[in-house]
């Protein structure tokens, strides 16, 4: 299992605070939300981000009536790290 640090994000409209999050990315590399809701799912791989020298995972949020997606957690909460990343190339 691969331990991935996210380093860039991708959305519709990059300068929308609250549009959901299309791609998630590190070191050139691109996945769609789906590919990493799986791998976590399946446990087959872990993702954070570093914001500030502070590590917050990655998990898959499942609310009722809503897609999955992806969103960091750190101290017990759930928080917006992953939409303080730069948008990916």
């Keep these: 299992m691969a331990d991935v640090q996210i380093t860039c994000i991708r959305k519709p ?10 791609h998630v990315g590190s070191g050139g590399q691109i996945w769609t939300r789906e590919q990493v809701i799986a791998w976590i799912d399946r446990k087959e791989h872990s993702f954070y981000t570093s914001v500030g020298g502070k590590r917050a995972n990655i998990g898959v949020r499942r609310e ?5 997606y992806l969103q960091t957690h750190a101290d017990g909460y759930w928080n917006d790290n992953l939409l303080a990343l730069a948008q990916c190339p």
């Design 13 to 22: 409209h990059p300068l929308g605070r609250h549009e959901h999050i299309t």
């Design 64 to 68: 009722q009536g809503k897609a999955s």
